[in-house]
C-alpha cells in the first residue's frame, strides 16, 4: 500500500474534528460576547437635572441637620445657664436649734438645706464620723460659710475651746520664761519696770490662738495636705505626683493644672497655700539628656530636640535666654520653662 505522510499529517479523527471545532466557536464568539457586554453596561447620557435634585436634596439634608445641632446645643447651653443660675440663688434657711449628729433628712428639709448638703452630712454620720463642737460642721465641703454663719447660733453643740497654755509654767535654764526673746527683751523689761514688779502678775493665762493655716506647696506632704479643708487623699496625691514632675511650683497658680483640680476649689484652697523658688528642682541645660527634658510636663519632644540640637551645634549654653535663637521654641513655652532651667559648665 503507498504511504502519503501529508495526508497521514493533515487527517484528524472525529474527536479531533469536533474539539478544533469547539475552539474555534471560542475564539470567535469571544469578541462578540464582550462586546456586547460593553454595550450593556455603558451608562447612558447624564440626567443633569437628577443629579441638581440630587444635590440639592443632600444639602437641605445637611442644613436640617446643622440647624438641628445648634437647637440642641441651644438647649443644652440654656439648661446650663438655669441650673449655675439655680446655684448662684441663695437657698432660704429657716434656721432652728439643732444637732447636726442627730439630725434627720426631713428634719434637714425644714431646716431649708439643700438635699444634695444634707445628703453629704448623712453620708459622713453613716461612715463613722461625728460633730463634737459646733466649728466641726465647717468640715463639710459643699457647705458654704454663709451657711454656716447663719447657722452657727442655732448648734447645740459646744464651741471649740481655745488652746490656753500656764504664763508662769515653765522656765528656761537662763530663768526667762518662755516667750521672751532673751537678754534685749529682758533689759527692755527691767528698763519700764524698775521696781522689779512682774507686770504680767494679773494675767494667770495667756491665750495662744492659732495662726491661720498656711501649706507651703513645696515642703508639704501628702498628710499636711490634707489639713486644707477640700483636699482629700486623692487630691494630695495628685498634688504631691505633679510636683515631683515640674520640680517644684512657682505659683499656686499651676494647681490648676493638676488632674481634676478645677477653678472652684482652686479659689476655696487658695488662701490656705504658698509657694517659694528655693525648694524648686532645675534642670542644667548643659548636662540634660533627651530623658531629662522629656520627662518634664513643659517639655514636649520637639523642644527637647530642639534643646539638644542647639547644644550641639553652638557648644554649650552661656545663658537661658539663647534658646530664643531656635526658631523650634516659641517665647511662651520659654517663659514656662525658664524658672527650672539653669547654667552651669558641663
Same mark, same amino acid.
Given at each position: 500500500?503507498?504511504?502519503?505522510?501529508?495526508?497521514?499529517?493533515?487527517?484528524?479523527?472525529?474527536?479531533?474534528?469536533?474539539?478544533?471545532?469547539?475552539?474555534?466557536?471560542?475564539?470567535?464568539?469571544?469578541?462578540?460576547?464582550?462586546?456586547?457586554?460593553?454595550?450593556?453596561?455603558?451608562?447612558?447620557?447624564?440626567?443633569?437635572?437628577?443629579?441638581?435634585?440630587?444635590?440639592?436634596?443632600?444639602?437641605?439634608?445637611?442644613?436640617?441637620?446643622?440647624?438641628?445641632?445648634?437647637?440642641?446645643?441651644?438647649?443644652?447651653?440654656?439648661?446650663?445657664?438655669?441650673?449655675?443660675?439655680?446655684?448662684?440663688?441663695?437657698?432660704?434657711?429657716?434656721?432652728?436649734?439643732?444637732?447636726?449628729?442627730?439630725?434627720?433628712?426631713?428634719?434637714?428639709?425644714?431646716?431649708?438645706?439643700?438635699?444634695?448638703?444634707?445628703?453629704?452630712?448623712?453620708?459622713? @454620720?453613716?461612715?463613722? /464620723?461625728?460633730?463634737?463642737? &459646733?466649728?466641726?460642721?465647717? !468640715?463639710?465641703?459643699?457647705?458654704? =460659710?454663709? #451657711?454656716?454663719?447663719?447657722?452657727?447660733?442655732?448648734?447645740?453643740?459646744?464651741?471649740?475651746?481655745?488652746?490656753?497654755?500656764?504664763?508662769?509654767?515653765?522656765?528656761?535654764?537662763?530663768?526667762?520664761?518662755?516667750?521672751?526673746?532673751?537678754?534685749?527683751?529682758?533689759?527692755?523689761?527691767?528698763?519700764?519696770?524698775?521696781?522689779?514688779?512682774?507686770?504680767?502678775?494679773?494675767?494667770?493665762?495667756?491665750?495662744?490662738?492659732?495662726?491661720?493655716?498656711?501649706?507651703?506647696?513645696?515642703?508639704?506632704?501628702?498628710?499636711?495636705?490634707?489639713?486644707?479643708?477640700?483636699?482629700?487623699?486623692?487630691?494630695?496625691?495628685?498634688?504631691?505626683?505633679?510636683?515631683?514632675?515640674?520640680?517644684?511650683?512657682?505659683?499656686?497658680?499651676?494647681? @490648676?493644672?493638676?488632674? /481634676?483640680?478645677?477653678?472652684? &476649689?482652686?479659689?476655696?484652697? !487658695?488662701?490656705?497655700?504658698?509657694? =517659694?523658688? #528655693?525648694?524648686?528642682?532645675?534642670?542644667?541645660?548643659?548636662?540634660?539628656?533627651?530623658?531629662?527634658?522629656?520627662?518634664?510636663?513643659?517639655?514636649?519632644?520637639?523642644?527637647?530636640?530642639?534643646?539638644?540640637?542647639?547644644?550641639?551645634?553652638?557648644?554649650?549654653?552661656?545663658?537661658?535666654?539663647?534658646?530664643?535663637?531656635?526658631?523650634?521654641?516659641?517665647?511662651?513655652?520659654?517663659?514656662?520653662?525658664?524658672?527650672?532651667?539653669?547654667?552651669?559648665?558641663?
Amino acid at each position: 500500500m503507498f504511504f502519503n505522510p501529508i495526508k497521514d499529517w493533515l487527517y484528524y479523527s472525529k474527536g479531533q474534528r469536533m474539539g478544533i471545532s469547539v475552539l474555534l466557536l471560542l475564539i470567535i464568539a469571544t469578541p462578540v460576547v464582550t462586546g456586547i457586554v460593553k454595550r450593556m453596561n455603558t451608562p447612558g447620557p447624564l440626567d443633569k437635572e437628577a443629579f441638581l435634585a440630587e444635590v440639592e436634596l443632600l444639602q437641605h439634608k445637611m442644613m436640617m441637620a446643622a440647624e438641628s445641632d445648634a437647637k440642641a446645643k441651644t438647649r443644652v447651653e440654656a439648661n446650663t445657664a438655669a441650673d449655675r443660675q439655680a446655684t448662684r440663688q441663695r437657698p432660704e434657711l429657716r434656721p432652728f436649734a439643732f444637732d447636726p449628729n442627730t439630725l434627720s433628712a426631713e428634719e434637714w428639709d425644714s431646716l431649708g438645706m439643700p438635699r444634695h448638703i444634707s445628703r453629704s452630712i448623712r453620708n459622713f @454620720l453613716a461612715a463613722g /464620723g461625728s460633730f463634737r463642737f &459646733r466649728e466641726d460642721l465647717r !468640715r463639710i465641703y459643699l457647705l458654704e =460659710d454663709w #451657711m454656716y454663719e447663719e447657722l452657727e447660733a442655732y448648734i447645740e453643740l459646744p464651741a471649740r475651746p481655745l488652746q490656753k497654755t500656764a504664763g508662769n509654767s515653765s522656765s528656761s535654764a537662763s530663768g526667762e520664761k518662755k516667750g521672751d526673746s532673751g537678754p534685749l527683751v529682758a533689759a527692755a523689761r527691767d528698763a519700764n519696770n524698775p521696781t522689779g514688779s512682774n507686770p504680767y502678775k494679773k494675767t494667770d493665762h495667756v491665750i495662744h490662738v492659732a495662726e491661720p493655716l498656711l501649706v507651703n506647696l513645696n515642703l508639704a506632704d501628702t498628710t499636711e495636705l490634707q489639713k486644707i479643708r477640700g483636699i482629700g487623699p486623692a487630691f494630695s496625691r495628685r498634688i504631691v505626683g505633679y510636683r515631683n514632675l515640674l520640680g517644684g511650683f512657682i505659683n499656686t497658680e499651676q494647681l @490648676l493644672e493638676v488632674f /481634676g483640680l478645677d477653678s472652684t &476649689r482652686f479659689e476655696a484652697i !487658695r488662701e490656705f497655700v504658698t509657694t =517659694d523658688t #528655693m525648694h524648686v528642682n532645675k534642670i542644667n541645660l548643659n548636662t540634660a539628656d533627651y530623658a531629662e527634658l522629656i520627662r518634664h510636663p513643659y517639655i514636649n519632644r520637639q523642644t527637647a530636640n530642639a534643646i539638644l540640637k542647639f547644644r550641639d551645634q553652638h557648644g554649650p549654653y552661656s545663658e537661658i535666654n539663647e534658646l530664643s535663637k531656635s526658631y523650634l521654641i516659641d517665647s511662651k513655652t520659654i517663659g514656662r520653662i525658664k524658672p527650672y532651667l539653669y547654667i552651669e559648665d558641663p
